[in-house]
Nanobody
Framework: QVRLVESGGGFLQAGGSLRLSCAAS???????????MAWYRQAPGKQRELVAS???????TYADSVKGRFTISRDSAKNTVLLQMNQLKREETDVYYC???????????????WGQGTQVTVSS
């Protein structure tokens, strides 16, 4: 019912910056509300890990490895979450996934939605 679409991935050299964007949308006539949004990343053969999250009230959390370099933000009016990534490292080459907890009335509980992922490749 709700779709998350990421964009902004790509190829860059270590030390560079990249901004990822994720927009949530639904079919016409379907209303939804978003609580938390987050970015995860996953390398082949490894578990998906949380990179950063932002709550409805704009409280943010970061993985220790990205603190001071990554910034998560959201535009609630546009149902969009951004991830500004600076000083990227080679080992941060991963597929980055957008995640959101979404409520679609009349169901009272939120449900987890994931984007399709966007590849970020950092060369040394």
């Amino acid at each position: 019912q709700v779709r998350l679409v990421e964009s902004g991935g790509g190829f860059l050299q270590a030390g560079g910056s990249l901004r990822l964007s994720c927009a949530a949308s639904a079919a016409s006539g379907i209303e939804f509300s978003i609580s938390a949004m987050a970015w995860y990343r996953q390398a082949p053969g490894k578990q998906r890990e949380l990179v950063a999250s932002i709550s409805r009230g704009d409280t943010t959390t970061y993985a220790d490895s990205v603190k001071g370099r990554f910034t998560i933000s959201r535009d609630s009016a546009k149902n969009t979450v951004l991830l500004q990534m600076n000083q990227l490292k080679r080992e941060e080459t991963d597929v980055y996934y957008c995640h959101s907890k979404v409520r679609v009335p009349p169901i009272p509980r939120t449900r987890d939605y994931w984007g399709q992922g966007t590849q970020v490749t950092v060369s040394s």
